[in-house]
């Protein structure tokens, strides 16, 4: 018997050993993937399904935009297709979809994807595969920070840079610090900040407290909340902070929580203090939402990038927007669009940015060529963005927009009108 | 009528606990304006949790099941009472058309699926209810996951009373109402009616019960449809409390505090769900309130309570133990 | 002797597809095919406790957490050899498992597995807690080059990349299903299947519970410890905690249960069930559609608990017997 125990033993290891040799042998590299004469394939991670489902839509526009792009002809003789995977905002599921885009799909770029955790679960893998990341619907800071090679400085989250990946939007500290400067021209604030006990909530909360520079002191009350808190939970947080005699709330939340931060203030509280709402909680659909639970959002600051179909439906980018939303035949989405959906208006603005700058990425783009010219933008009439603000990158420029416009809501159009001018938070 | 009150005997010193802990939130709530506000949010949402663990509980009492799908199943079920609002019906009429929906499907799912594994091991049962929480979200995905922004009407608007300075919102005063009232009838037809009666037995003792001429089966199906009832009591009263509208992922945070609160009162006892639901209601609030260092714990913690409840005491706080015969 | 050809037989069968496919696969297959011997791991690890020793586990996803950060950390902050940094996850998992062992000997089946669901839910709020440490949401980036396997130098071999991972995930396995298959054998897998048949038969046998409980809980935790290692390489070194809430603790227990008792055969299907089956490619028609997928998944897990409540090794058990009938030409019995 122990013979026999001994002879398995060593046969197993054996095989053992045979496994890990023999399938070890290196990869093949290949040519500009996803590159056809007539096609160019791009992919994407969105929670279609799931908790954060309500970003769907965003994916949905930029395939509204690439279907308008390639009705016109496409991009130098080419037709986009965009394979849009449903990571349902899990990173663990974003990770294997993300290998499946590029080594089953092999598309030419990871374009849009959503998310700020599935973007870290990916970015490792992406960079080191030299695969374009791009146009990240997050607006974390590391997408700016941790991509320069030149003067590049090791962070706890970035010990290499990640030179393939890029942000869009304007990013959450930069935001933060645009309400920081606002507030300071009030009289005597008393601020309290509700922020999400993450990454996300961290980033606004350490942008917000830099643009208070010296007035940190103003700060009286910060709360941190769990995301997938209920709303009681969320509503304690939002008391604590009038307990603490706040005269300013600040939120950094995202829609669910800030959702229910307003409709605590309004309906059980029955407080009204000077509020800031971040701008991805700020979709006209998501304060609507708010009203019906009893918040009384009259009043409330937040800010903006992009056009508005509700605010200025006749401006020439929301009437192509329009045109190209109605083009889908798809009535949700349509439906949702006259409702004010901001997000669906951000994808047709990314979309925009892509293909721009797939244009200048040569007639026979490769990943390098399309890094190059995503990294050297100039683009000032993207029709989709709030007029005035520009996309632009350089070597030294890693984040594409760097300028946003206050907005205030008004209760009894209940939809947000914008105010001042173009406003830069500084960099 | 001795045997009737020795158990009760037994459970005195929980009680003494629960009625000190009543106190103090009372005291407390007087003292402060804040904390009644917090007590009185708690009370709300932790009858929603009770709600969801007495399903849990009648549940287990009747097949010895730890039903995972019990939330999927409520948030299914406030989903079909979307749909029928959709259709054109009143909040009320919605309400108890999704309570009869509700009572049906769990008795489905218990013929159907159920009854073939109640009798294997505990690996087996949780893996089928795991299998069809997966299922249920998936269906719920698959036919509502597209809208943008879905919501139920809420049946208690947004106004509170003022009672010296602290509003109490009407809303979670009729959530307490609602699963209160649901949980007295459920508790009123085991007590007193010749259904109930089968049903204790078949989950009791069911060898002598079948020999007694009940159909064990169907009660123990019976049991299944009445504790979708109460999942969906607690599922449409949750939903306005979170004022974010309807989403499939309702009812899974709640799901977890719902099996904290039925191990923390004691999986065989209906009462004690209910005021483990409420005392965990409270005390995130509390959590919440006045520890917000603590925040990333609030997990843990209700399920430290959980597993202190499980070690020094497993029948629960309500529980009698149960002592096993060699 | 004759028992084990057909065993041995199975093993050269699968140690031999296995050593050829990341040649005949394509790259992202061979990605899921490491994917499927993480899984392997943890399966067979977790059918340890649950097939032969009868505890249940709705926790072992925390143990895989718990190895996935220390691989993670070591390699982030002391650039660890990759798989020097999977055996401290071992040897640590099972120390922790002896210790979530110890206050398990006291619950028993519904209790156990609210008490192992409460670890499985907790444990990835720690890293939120200690954030300075363990990253928060965050996450760690493990920043070690991955080294050759046995000190062989290999060529060309990319950093974490897939046939790497493949590689060392199946020799992990390999190593991992021999260690097991020796000591479910001996004496410590009889006083197992003691333990798991009749406790009170087992005590009267003078089987020590304490002992042969806690071990098992020691020995799966430190496989999922392993799989959990093995899952952070494969998701290029990087470990964040929202890969392992409930749902991978659940999906290890679905995994067990499929493979049932016994049969090698039967930790691979288990394995490929939770590993390939939510990652069915969106180019299948319907299973492949967002919603299907998870519709066809929940069915499927269904299906097989109503149908093989043995698992596939059940199934297995039953082709043979219901072979051997026939080999021997009598009256087939009635199969229960």
């Known amino acids: 018997m122990s013979i026999n125990r001994k002879k398995l033993g060593a046969l197993l290891c054996v095989i053992a ?411 | 009528m001795t045997r009737f009150l020795s158990p009760l005997a037994r459970v005195q010193p929980t009680v003494y606990l629960v009625v000190a802990g009543a106190v103090f939130l009372l005291v407390g709530s007087l003292a402060s304006a804040r904390f009644a506000s917090l007590t009185v949010g708690g009370v709300g949402v932790g009858a929603a949790y009770g709600s969801l663990a007495l399903a849990l509980v009648l549940i287990y009492r009747a097949t010895h099941v730890i039903n995972f799908a019990q939330g999927e199943l409520a948030m299914l079920t406030t989903y079909v009472a979307y749909q029928l609002i959709q259709w054109g019906l009143t909040y009320w009429e919605a309400f108890f058309a999704t309570l009869a929906i509700a009572f049906v499907l769990g008795t489905a799912i218990h013929v159907t699926i159920i009854r073939p594994v109640q009798h294997r091991s505990v690996i087996g049962t949780v893996i089928v209810t795991v299998g069809l929480f997966i299922l249920i979200d998936g269906i719920a995905n698959w036919k509502w996951g597209g809208i943008a922004y879905a919501q139920l009407p809420s049946p208690f608007g947004f106004g509170s009373w003022d009672v010296g300075g602290v509003p109490i919102q009407h809303l979670y005063v009729g959530m307490f109402g609602i699963v209160l009232a649901s949980v007295l009838l459920v508790w009123a037809l085991f007590r007193f009616t010749k259904i109930g009666l089968g049903m204790r037995a078949a989950a009791l003792r069911p060898a002598a019960a079948s020999l007694a001429g009940v159909r064990v089966d169907a009660m123990l199906a019976l049991g299944w449809g009445f504790a979708a009832v109460l999942g969906a009591v607690a599922a449409l009263m949750y939903e306005p409390s979170q004022f974010s509208g309807l989403t499939p992922t309702l009812m899974q945070t709640a799901l977890v505090y719902a099996f904290a609160a039925a191990v923390l009162g004691g999986l065989e006892s209906p009462a004690g769900a209910l005021v483990g639901g409420l005392a965990i209601g409270v005390f995130l609030n509390m959590l919440a309130g006045y520890a917000p260092q603590l925040v990333s714990l609030e997990v843990p913690f209700a399920f430290a309570a959980l597993l202190a409840t499980l070690l020094i005491k497993p029948s629960g706080l309500f529980g009698h133990r149960q002592v096993q015969r060699v | 002797m004759r028992k084990q050809l057909p065993a041995l037989g199975s093993v050269a069968i699968v140690a031999a597809v296995l050593s050829v496919l990341p040649f005949v696969l394509s790259d992202y297959n061979v990605y899921l095919g490491a994917e499927v011997g993480v899984f392997f791991i943890a399966v067979l690890g977790l059918n340890i406790l649950t097939g032969y020793t009868g505890q249940i586990s709705i926790g072992h996803g925390a143990f895989m957490a718990i190895g996935a950060y220390v691989t993670a950390v070591m390699s982030r902050d002391h650039q660890t050899n990759l798989v020097l940094t999977m055996l401290v996850a071992f040897a640590a998992c099972f120390v922790i498992g002896l210790l979530v062992g110890l206050p398990a000997l006291r619950l028993s089946g519904v209790s156990l597995a609210l008490a192992t669901f409460a670890l499985a839910v907790s444990v990835p709020q720690l890293p939120l807690q200690w954030s300075n440490y363990l990253g928060g949401s965050l996450g760690v980036q493990a920043s070690s080059k991955p080294s050759s396997l046995l000190g062989i130098s290999m060529p060309g071999v990319a950093a974490l990349s897939n046939r790497w991972i493949y590689g060392v995930a199946w020799a992990a396995s390999a190593l991992l299903f021999g260690m097991a298959w020796l000591i479910l054998r001996g004496r410590v897998g009889r006083a197992f299947r003691a333990v798991r048949d009749s406790e009170i038969a087992a005590v009267a046998s003078g089987v020590e519970l304490g002992l042969y409980k806690t071990l098992a809980f020691g020995i799966s935790a430190a496989y999922a410890g392993v799989a959990g290692s093995l899952f952070v390489m494969a998701s290029n070194g990087f470990a964040q905690s929202q890969d392992f809430l409930v749902v991978l603790s659940l999906q290890l227990l679905i995994g067990a249960a499929v493979a049932g008792l016994g049969s090698l055969w039967g930790i691979l299907v288990g394995a490929a069930f939770v590993g390939l089956l939510p990652k069915i490619s969106t180019s299948v028609p319907l299973v492949g559609s967002d919603n299907g997928r998870d519709i066809v998944y929940g069915l499927l897990v269904i299906l097989v608990m109503l149908v093989l409540p043995g698992g596939f090794a059940g199934l297995l058990a039953r082709l043979r017997s219901l072979t051997r009938d026939l080999n021997r030409e009598s009256i087939p019995v009635k199969l229960r």
């Open chain 1, 17 to 427: 050993a045979g496994i890990a040799v023999a399938s070890t042998a290196g990869a093949a590299s290949q040519s500009t993937p996803g590159v056809t004469k007539t096609t160019i394939k791009i992919g994407g991670t969105f929670p279609l399904t799931g908790g954060a489902s309500l970003y769907a839509t965003i994916a949905y526009a930029e395939e509204a935009y690439y279907g308008y792009v390639n009705a016109q002809g496409g991009v130098n003789g080419r037709k986009i297709t965009d394979v849009v995977l449903d990571d349902q905002y899990d990173p663990s599921k974003t990770v294997p979809e993300v290998k499946q885009l590029v080594e089953q799909n092999k598309v030419f770029a990871v374009v849009g994807s959503l998310g700020t955790a599935p973007g870290l679960a990916t970015w490792g893998y992406l960079n080191s595969h030299q695969v374009p990341q791009v146009l990240l619907a997050t607006g974390d800071a590391y997408w700016g920070t941790c991509t320069q090679k030149v003067g590049f400085k090791p962070k706890p989250y970035c010990k290499t840079p990640r030179p393939w990946t890029m942000g869009w939007q304007p990013d959450y500290p930069a935001e933060a610090k645009l309400y920081a400067k606002q507030i300071l021209k009030q009289n005597n604030p008393k601020i309290g900040v509700l922020y999400q006990n993450d990454a996300y909530g961290q980033n606004y909360l350490a942008g917000f407290l830099q643009g208070l520079g010296s007035h940190t002191g103003d700060v009286v009350a910060k709360e941190k909340y769990n995301f997938g808190d209920s709303a009681q939970v969320v509503g304690a947080h939002v008391g604590a902070l009038e307990a603490h005699g706040a005269n300013t709330v600040v939120i950094f939340a995202t829609p669910t929580a800030s959702i229910q931060a307003l409709a605590t203030m309004g309906a059980v509280l029955h407080w009204s203090p000077t509020t800031y709402l971040n701008n991805v909680s700020a979709n006209r659909l998501f304060v609507l939402a708010a009203e019906q639970n009893g918040a009384n959002p009259a009043g409330i600051f937040s800010s903006s990038y992009i056009g508005s179909q509700t605010a200025t439906p006749k401006a020439p980018g929301m009437k192509l927007a329009k045109k190209i939303i109605d083009g889908t035949h798809n009535n949700t989405l349509i439906t949702d669009f006259n409702n004010g959906d901001n997000n669906i208006v951000y994808g047709l603005a990314v979309a925009y940015t892509f293909v721009d700058a797939l244009k200048r990425a040569g007639t026979n783009p490769t990943r390098a060529s399309f890094m190059t010219a995503i990294r050297s933008l100039h683009e000032y009439k993207n029709p989709f963005v709030y007029p005035g603000i520009a996309v632009q990158t350089s070597k030294t420029r890693t984040f594409p927009m760097q300028q946003l416009i206050l907005e205030k809501w008004n209760g009894p159009l209940h939809d947000w009108r914008t105010f001042g001018s173009v406003l830069s938070p500084g960099y």
